[in-house]
Nanobody, 124 residues
Framework: QVQLVESGGGLVQAGGSLRLSCAAS????????MGWFRQAPGKEREFVAS????????FYQDSVKGRFTISRNNAKNTVYLQMNSLRPEDTAVYYC?????????????????WGQGTQVTVSS
């Protein structure tokens, strides 16, 4: 059972930056695609970004392209989400997720393991 623990959320002013981290409990993490998702109050959870097992391919929701960067360090079993130029509409609980081995990073039904979430609040 893979366990994921997010950190790095907080309160920031519009235009500011935050870096989220997600630490996985197992070495098998390095064979799985990883993703970040978010859920704002009253809205459904949505895809933000994902990365393949090697880190060589990344994918983003259109609204965060050019502002957010997903990366991973397999030696540390950790995936990151660098968020720049934050906007009030980025306010949400951000979740890290690990896919089943062999799944494509954009196969949203393949994300089997989820963290507890970390709150990101962007003030205007």
């Amino acid at each position: 059972q893979v366990q994921l623990v997010e950190s790095g959320g907080g309160l920031v002013q519009a235009g500011g930056s935050l870096r989220l981290s997600c630490a996985a409990s197992e070495r098998t993490f390095s064979t799985n695609a990883m993703g970040w998702f978010r859920q704002a109050p009253g809205k459904e959870r949505e895809f933000v970004a994902s990365i393949n097992w090697s880190g060589g391919s990344t994918f983003y929701q259109d609204s965060v392209k050019g502002r957010f960067t997903i990366s991973r360090n397999n030696a540390k079993n950790t995936v990151y989400l660098q968020m720049n130029s934050l906007r009030p509409e980025d306010t949400a609980v951000y979740y890290c997720a690990a896919s089943e081995a062999g799944r494509h990073p954009l196969d949203l039904y393949g994300y089997r393991y989820w963290g507890q979430g970390t709150q990101v609040t962007v003030s205007s």
